[in-house]
């Protein structure tokens, strides 16, 4: 895994501007509905951060792509839900995740105000609580006003960690800065974190549908038997036993 990291450590030395789009890029799709659920934004801004302590990247820049891709698709959501109200909720391709937007909407009655700031650090429902608030009525001024210290809170809480990880291992564990074994072992924890959480969503989600199939089978049987006993005849009028 080391043998390949390092050409991609590499690469960003030479071309950090890339860096910062890719930085960019990953936290707006993972702002946008649909699409936020299936790009692991904050597995990528997770694992560059480690190249911040070794001079790869500035952390003022990292900061600033994840801050500025959050709050534009942030942004974006809550105003294409402002603007459609509530007909957005039920139209392609949010209409495709029935369950997912039952749930964004259950998130955002219970907690008001507060969903949009919780949302942040909440996937896969960071990306559809936004359009939800706008879907709902949220007045921009109330969105904006916590979406703004939220973005803010999110970006440090991705950034910072490996920042500090990687400084850590090389400054107390006495790790060797020059052959960059701390961001190694950032970047492989941050990636084997990622697959194990993938691998337990998806094995969650078949429950859940196992589960949902098998109820709705129950009851298609349970309505099938009822109608059976319906339509059985009953005696007729004035028959008995001869």
Known sequence: MTSFLDPVIAFVSAHPWLAYLTLFL?????????????????????????????????LWGVLAAAIAGALLG???????????????????????????????????????????????????IRAFVPVTAGALGMPPVVFFGVNIPAVLAWALAHVLPGVLAVSALHEYAGLPHHQGIGKHLWMLAVFASAIIALGVWTLRRRRIGKASSDKAALDQASSDQASSDQALPGPRPGAGPT
């Open 74 to 124: 942030d942004g974006s959501a809550f105003w294409a839900g402002h603007r459609s109200q509530r007909e957005i909720l039920g139209a392609w391709p949010m209409s495709r995740y029935p369950g997912v937007m039952a749930q964004s909407e259950a998130f955002f009655h219970r907690w008001g105000t507060l969903a949009v700031f919780f949302a942040r650090f909440v996937p896969p």
């Open 26 to 58: 990953a936290a707006l799709l993972e702002a946008i509905p649909v699409v936020g659920a299936l790009v692991p934004g904050s597995t990528i801004i997770l694992a560059l951060s480690a190249l911040v302590p070794g001079g790869e990247l500035k």
